[in-house]
């Protein structure tokens, strides 16, 4: 895997020593040029190549960045169909970061902001679910690799992750298809690793938390040790949906779901109608598609935002 940044000092420290010698690049191919000119602004950065990647290529790393990359990938994604399979893109911080549905998403330093391309150019069933199981399964397992974390980490309808009731992370997923083909998917993780976000309690999280508040050894909470552990995650999971399908995944995230079995409310997204409540009840399981199922409803929940009852002032 190739290493591109604009900051060795940073990137070493991302990737928790130097993965070799660096050297200049300012030739690239027409698509990654058009990349790197985006996410940097300029044409020419320091790149070190290290052990293999698995499925990735290419690893661009910034300390701060001035916009979404997540974003970034999608507009570059949509125009250039050669964009190249396996790409990772990490910022240290960064402005106009977002959530789902756009909601702002604080990026104080210290935390994993990661966003990744795929372009598996194959027939993959109820793909939109199985990408965004993917991120979220994916961040899971890297958080059950960290030594005291195992098993502590809990999905929160649809796409938070909670320690102990605090939401930890939030991932989000974009995908492009062509016909029956997926020819690409775009994964957003925004992971509080050193850092707890300083941001207004909602009944939708209550408490923000990062993963160094629950660690055992703080050595082992580093962006460096998480970052290992979550490109394998996501190179393990990629491969286990171009092959096996969406079902093996969608299970994995059915059996670290923290919501079935719990009474719910859930509101309205749409942006200025927050406030109005769409339904509530006992989440009985999650579907195929990862639409939400409520004991005694017999329409399945597509969309919304979701609260714990006890979080919700009556």
């Known amino acids: 895997m190739k290493t591109y940044t604009d900051n060795v000092e940073f990137a070493e420290q991302v990737l928790g020593g130097s993965p070799g010698v660096w050297q200049p690049q300012s030739e690239w191919s027409l698509s990654l040029g058009a990349l790197v000119e ?22 661009f790393v910034v300390e701060s960045a001035p916009r979404s990359q997540y974003d970034v990938l999608i507009e570059r994604a949509r125009v250039d169909k050669s964009l190249p399979h396996g790409i990772l893109c990490l910022a240290g911080a960064g402005r106009r970061f977002h959530g789902f549905r756009q909601r702002a998403w604080a990026s104080p330093k210290g935390n994993v902001y990661l966003s990744v391309f795929f372009s598996p150019q194959a027939e993959i069933e109820r793909f939109a679910a199985g990408f965004m199981a993917l991120a979220a399964v994916s961040v899971v397992e890297a958080i059950d690799r960290v030594r005291g974390l195992e098993g ?15 939401k930890v992370c939030g991932v989000l997923a974009h ?20 850092t707890v976000p300083q941001v207004t309690p909602t009944a939708f999280v209550p408490r923000a938390g990062a993963l160094v508040e629950y660690c055992e050894e703080q ?29 093996p995944l969608l299970e994995k995230y059915r059996n670290r779901s923290v919501v079935v079995g719990r009474d719910v409310v859930v ?32 329409a399945p929940v597509m969309r919304g935002r979701l609260a714990f009852k006890n979080d919700v002032s009556t």
């Not at 985006?38 to 690893?59: A, I, K, R």
């Open 267 to 298: 509101f309205d997204d749409t942006p200025g109608r927050e406030d109005e409540v769409l339904t509530s009840g006992r989440v009985a399981g999650i579907g195929d598609n990862l639409e939400l199922l409520l004991g005694g409803r017999s």
């Open 38 to 59: 985006t996410l940097y602004g300029v044409d020419t950065l320091l790149v070190s190549e290290g052990e293999t990647g698995g499925e990735f290529g290419h690893f």
């Open 175 to 194: 995908t492009l298809s062509e016909g029956s083909l997926v020819t690409g998917a775009i994964l957003g993780i925004g992971l509080n690793v050193e």
């Open 219 to 247: 050595r082992q909470c580093t962006i460096a040790v998480v970052m290992s552990h979550l490109i394998a995650a996501l190179a393990d999971n990629y491969r286990l949906l171009v092959v096996e399908g969406s079902g």
């Open 152 to 166: 502590r980490a809990g999905l929160k309808w649809v796409n938070d992750i909670l320690i102990d009731g605090a």
